[in-house]
Each structure stands twice: as C-alpha cells, then as structure tokens.
C-alpha cells in the first residue's frame, strides 16, 4: 500500500520558517520524482517545488525560489521542504507528490501518488 505522509505543518509568523517532511512508504521511493504543490482556500493547486527521480535537478515555483528549498533522503524515503522568509501569501495546504522516473516539475495530473496534505498558516 503506498502511502505519503506530510509533516511539520503549522502557525508561522511572516519572516519565519518551517520544515516540512513527506514520508514515503510502498514504493520505490528513489525511482519517484518527488514535489510539493499548496493550496490556498478557493484556489486551484499550484506547484512549489520538485526533485527529480535522480536527485541531480530541482525546480521551484517563481514565488518561493529562493526562499524555499526541497531535498530528498532516498536511505530515509524522505522528501524535505525547507520554508524561510515566509509571506502570508504561503499560506495553503501543502502536498507531497510522487511521480516514477519524473522530472522536477509537472502539472498536478502528472502525479500518480499523493498524500492528504499538511496545513501551513502564515500570519502578518
């Protein structure tokens, strides 16, 4: 049974940080490209970042590079999202996402493996 487990959700204040960790089970987590997509209350799920299936490229959506950074842990079957200089406009829930032998990026449909989300709450 493959499960994605999210953890590290929570309250922030703007300017904080937060880790976030997605647990991998059921698959052969180095063989998934890994990402995170947000969604805000009334929006349509975006992407925030992804690792390739290698390990050897990441990518990031416009509005967290630079302050958000993804890693995975393929001896823990764990992906990482580092969160720092955190903005209201991060607010959402986040998902982790898995895709066999993908590249960093995709569109939502592309990923065949989700998990149930974790909240992230922003305040100004």
């Keep these: ?8 959700g ?14 991998a089970s059921g698959i052969i ?3 998934y490209a890994m990402a995170w997509f947000r969604q805000a209350s009334g929006k349509e799920r975006e992407f925030v970042a992804g690792i390739r299936w290698s390990g050897g490229s990441s990518s990031y959506a ?13 001896d823990k079957n764990t992906v990482l999202l580092q969160m720092n200089s ?9 998902y982790c996402a898995a895709k066999q032998y993908g590249s960093s990026r995709g569109l939502p449909t592309s990923y065949s ?11 100004s």
């Excluded at 493996?113 to 305040?123: A, E, I, N, P, Y």
């Design 10 to 23: 929570g309250l922030a204040q703007a300017g904080g940080s937060l880790r976030l960790s997605c647990a």
């Design 86 to 94: 955190l903005k209201p406009g991060d607010t959402g829930i986040y």
């Design 29 to 31: 987590f180095s063989t």
């Design 62 to 74: 416009d509005s967290v590079n630079g302050r958000f950074t993804i890693a995975r842990d393929n």
């Design 1 to 8: 049974q493959v499960q994605l487990v999210e953890s590290g």
């Design 113 to 123: 493996k989700w998990g149930q989300g974790t909240q992230v709450t922003v305040s």
